[in-house]
């Protein structure tokens, strides 16, 4: 029988949020998925090796690897460490730009201080197609080295070549090379940024499907892994087998409790191959839930070629970040843990209330400058929020609909954080598109957004705001802007009857399973007045309403 795993302490169980809990980890790691599969579609064509080349613009550059290092030009920081001597003791499954912005720069900078030698990553690629075979190629090719440019707000630059991931390891091509890393004893930790569909949750009964096609060709063949959890599950058997201490496993994907659901996923799995091992795993075996935050764009041709020509190194997978990075991490690790608070990171005993600030202000923030920026024919996070009518919907939505009903998490001031939000926003040089933000709205507005709705809803306060954006996101469903100009709106989760349901608002939100756990009905003041700005924008524009919305939306709850 299939346990359930995912009880929820009760102080986290606040009366609507089972559904929008388990509908937040959707959001941002199906759009990682994507934007790393644009941004990693590699910019640059396959071309055999050579030190030095001349880029698009004309400029010399040096190839990426080891044996260049001591040559790259001085703007490019690398690493003061000796690289020969860092052994992996994560395994990180997948390997896609967010990690490498984010958690890689981390540990990165922990290498650099003594004593961290085996702390060094190994990356794997875990599905096999177009994407992680170029990695596959391109990876080793430049000694698993890449450039990080990190921009910050004031507009200036680092760019810095990252050499925490000593090993890449393509799980496809040799299975039996990645259980034997993560079943040898100098791995302590495997993390995973696998998007929501690797966590193979269902939303609706909170479980591990056990029947979904890959996991049944797992659980039949358990040598032979294909997903996460296949590979986590043999390799603490195999541990378990030879007595080995386990290793702790931490999700860094934006999910709401991603340690619960990776708990929940791992014992599941391993109960239906062996109660005896889930016992062990459910005694032995931590994850620890984290917050993890870095605007990270995706990096299109244009953007590679930039960088490359500003680091004056070719690199055929360059990354591009803000400058901004926050890494919360609860403190729960089986088999100890580097020391990440001396590289900035925060390790404290409850992550819940920085999760929350961090998705009802910033992402919630996104939301609502994207879809009027995107339908207004604008095209960047920074155009939008320097668009005077946008930036005030979002500095009023962060100060009157979400600061009075949020708890800050402790020594954090919100109004502070509101700023620092819009700042980073503000950034003059990430580049960060719109598109990026609006895809997949159907995962993140329930997280995001809609709590955030409902309770100025059930409070009786003015929803305008909110209700407004809601209008612009079923407007964008419909693949025009006000410039009559046609997109393809990214909503691989909303059917194409369902899309075409969203050019009727009353329909869309007393039907669409995202709007589900509400309980709108036709006469609902949500359905009506997002109805009514629905109507509005389509016969007078998207500003045009706006400036209304602003102009009648009241200031307080
Ligand atoms: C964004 C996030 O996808 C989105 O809608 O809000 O990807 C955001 O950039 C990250 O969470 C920042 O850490």
Redesign the pocket.
């Known amino acids: 029988m299939q346990r359930n795993y995912l009880a929820r302490p009760a102080s986290f169980a606040n009366a609507r949020s089972a559904l929008r809990d388990r509908n937040f980890m959707i ?2 790691s199906q ?2 998925a994507r ?1 790393d599969v644009q941004a990693e579609r590699p910019p640059f064509p396959t071309t055999p090796s050579a030190t030095m080349r001349t880029g698009a613009t004309g400029l010399t550059m040096i190839d990426l690897r080891s044996d260049t290092l001591a040559d790259l030009p001085a703007q490019t920081q690398r690493f003061a460490y000796d690289r020969q001597a860092v052994r992996p003791g994560i395994v990180h499954l997948s390997v896609g730009n ?1 990690h490498r912005a ?1 958690q890689a720069w981390y540990l990165d900078r922990l290498l650099a201080k003594p004593g961290n030698e085996g702390w060094g990553i190994c990356g794997v690629g875990l599905m096999d197609d177009a994407n992680e075979r170029l990695k596959k190629d391109i990876f080793p090719a430049q000694d698993n080295l890449y450039t990080l440019t990190r921009y910050a707000a004031d507009g200036s630059s680092t760019h810095q070549v990252i050499g925490s991931m000593v090993e890449y390891l393509f799980a496809p091509g040799d299975p039996e090379a990645v259980l034997a890393r993560m079943a040898d004893p100098a791995t302590r930790i495997v993390s995973l940024t696998i998007t929501e569909g690797g966590y193979n949750h269902d939303p609706a009964t909170g479980t591990y499907r056990l029947h979904a096609p890959m996991t049944q060709a797992e659980l039949a063949e358990p040598a032979r892994p294909r997903s996460a959890f296949g590979y986590i599950v043999e390799a603490l058997r195999r541990r378990r087998d030879s007595g080995t201490p386990p290793f702790t496993v931490m999700s860094c994907d ?1 999910l709401r409790d991603n340690g619960v659901i990776s708990r929940s996923a791992v014992i599941s799995h391993a109960m239906a191959l062996d109660a005896d091992l889930a016992d062990w795993i459910e005694q032995n075996v931590t994850f620890p839930t984290s917050m ?6 995706v990096v299109h041709k244009e953007d590679a070629e930039r960088v490359n020509a500003e680091c004056g190194v070719h690199d055929r997978l360059p990354v591009i970040s803000e400058d901004f990075a ?1 890494w919360v991490i609860e403190d729960r690790f089986c088999n100890g843990r580097p020391p990440l608070e001396s590289v900035g990171a925060q390790v404290v005993a409850d992550v819940h209330p920085y999760e929350l600030a ?2 009802r202000m ?2 919630a ?3 609502m400058l ?1 879809y009027p920026g995107q339908l207004a024919g604008l095209e960047t996070v920074k155009d939008a929020i320097d668009h005077p009518l946008i930036h005030r919907l979002v500095f009023d939505f962060m100060t009157h609909d979400v600061l009075p009903i949020l708890h800050a998490p402790d020594g954090m001031n919100l109004e502070t954080y509101r700023d620092q939000i819009i700042a980073r926003f503000s950034n003059p040089k990430v580049g ?1 598109r719109l598109s ?5 709205g159907r995962s ?1 507005l329930p997280t ?1 957004l809609l709590p955030t709705l409902a309770t100025v809803a059930e409070r009786g306060g003015d929803i305008r705001r909110m209700a407004f954006v809601v209008a612009c996101f079923l407007r964008y469903c419909g693949g025009r802007d006000d410039l009559g100009r046609d997109f393809e709106p990214f909503e691989p989760h909303l059917t194409d009857d369902r899309r075409a349901l969203t050019g009727d608002p009353v329909k869309a939100l007393t039907t669409l399973p995202m709007f589900g756990d509400m309980g709108l009905t036709p006469s609902s003041v949500i359905v009506e007045m997002t109805a009514i700005y629905a109507h509005a924008i389509a016969a007078q524009g998207t500003l045009t309403v706006l400036e209304e919305v602003l102009r009648v939306a009241s200031h307080v709850m």
Do not use: M, Y
């Not at 993890?292 to 764009?297: A, F, L, S």
């Not at 990026?436 to 997949?440: E, M, Y």
């Open positions: 959001w941002e759009e990682a934007n967010f984010h934006n993890v935050d870095r605007i990270t764009p926050q961090k998705v910033l992402n923030s996104h939301s994207a960060d990026r933000i609006t895809g997949d993140k995001f």
